[in-house]
């Protein structure tokens, strides 16, 4: 099956630092991935869609300048979390699909806690 | 907008009764949908699929059941086991969406 491998798992952090978040495909090339954030016991909230060699699409009310986004490669998206505050600490969850408009396939998640 | 939301927020069972998990769908032009099974602590994992085009799709002690007249969808687990204990999310995908739109979850309970 399709796996997804997303790093680190847990990170703490001080307020005003940068965190960045690395989700792989390591078995398919994903030229579009989702990146969401979870309270506890809440859904998933998507927060952007990675796009491979273009410009992330952010849903409303997420600041891009915020929640840096970076889709280099077919493998490999990224997502920094700048200048951090105890606000944003929440479990942040990556996913990819092998075609478009098809099953998920999710990272094991990243609880950023800012302190 | 379009949404996807659950019935129930929770439900328990005991071991070994089937469970059923339900999801209305606001957005009739949805022609995918997926149930995906997230543990405490990890990333949702797929666990079944179906096309509207159907309307019940069985697994391995899992069955989808889609009703499109009113827009309702159900996960039934046979045989309830505690490591099915998790929160089941349903999504729906339309044509042309780019994305999928998650229900908030019901949390399974299975008690032994």
């Known amino acids: 099956g399709a796996v997804v491998s997303q790093h680190p798992s847990r990170v703490i952090c001080k307020s005003g630092t940068s965190v960045k978040i690395e989700c792989r495909s390591l078995?398919?090339?994903?030229?579009?991935m989702f990146w969401y954030r979870q309270f506890p016991k809440k859904s998933l909230m998507l927060m952007a869609t990675s796009n491979e060699g273009s410009k992330a699409t952010y849903e409303q009310g997420v600041e891009k300048d915020k929640f840096l986004i970076n889709h280099a490669s077919l493998t490999l998206s990224t997502l920094t979390v700048t200048s951090a505050h105890p606000e944003d600490s929440s479990f942040y969850i990556c996913s990819a699909s092998r075609v478009g408009n098809e099953k998920l396939f999710f990272g094991s998640g990243t609880q950023l806690s800012v302190l | 907008g379009e949404s996807v939301g659950l019935h129930l927020p929770t439900l328990s069972v005991q071991e070994g009764d089937n469970s059923i998990i339900n999801c209305a769908y606001s957005?009739?032009?949805?022609?995918?949908f997926i149930w995906y099974k997230q543990e405490s602590g990890k990333g949702p994992q797929f666990i079944i699929d179906i096309r509207s085009n159907m309307d019940k799709r069985q697994g391995q002690r899992v069955t989808v059941l889609l009703n499109k007249t009113v827009k309702h969808l159900s996960l039934q687990i046979a045989a309830t086991q505690p490591g099915d204990s998790a929160v089941y999310f349903c999504?729906?995908?339309?044509?042309?969406?780019?994305?999928?739109?998650f229900g908030d979850g019901t949390t399974l309970t299975v008690k032994p």
């Open positions: 999504a729906e995908n339309s044509p042309n969406a780019g994305k999928s739109t």
């Open positions: 957005n009739s032009a949805s022609d995918y």
């Open positions: 078995d398919f090339q994903a030229t579009t």
